[in-house]
């Protein structure tokens, strides 16, 4: 089984600055991508950044330039680091692991339990 546990979410100021992170442990070959998605009241949960194994990334256009997604050496621990928040960020953060847990398993999607940021005007 795979858990990813998040932390990092809470409250800032427009223009302030979040860290997020989300590890990612139990038993599993390898984590292909990883990445944040985010969930707004009334919307549906979209991408924010994402990461593959071999570093590429990807953003939302929204978060171009404000947000930048990271992972450890051991490729376990996703990092988002959030800055020049917007009122239009908050939303509950979620993290997602591709994950290829035995030799002839396919990659399957595993979800965190979400962590909420709220940004004030």
């Known amino acids: 089984q795979v858990q990813l546990v998040e932390s990092g979410g809470g409250l800032a100021q427009a223009g302030g600055s979040l860290r997020l992170s989300c590890l990612a442990s139990g038993s599993f070959l390898r984590i292909n991508g990883m990445g944040w998605y985010r969930q707004a009241l009334g919307k549906q949960r979209e991408l924010v950044a994402r990461i593959v194994i071999d570093g590429v990334t990807n953003y939302a256009d929204s978060v171009k330039g404000r947000f930048t997604i990271s992972r450890d050496n051991a490729g376990n621990t996703v990092y988002l680091q959030m800055s020049s928040l917007k009122p239009e960020d908050t939303a509950v953060y979620y993290c997602?692991?591709?994950?290829?847990?035995?030799?002839?398993?396919?990659?399957?999607?595993?979800w965190g339990q979400g962590t909420e940021v709220t940004v004030s005007s």
């Open positions: 997602n692991a591709e994950v290829k847990t035995r030799t002839f398993a396919p990659v399957r999607d595993y």
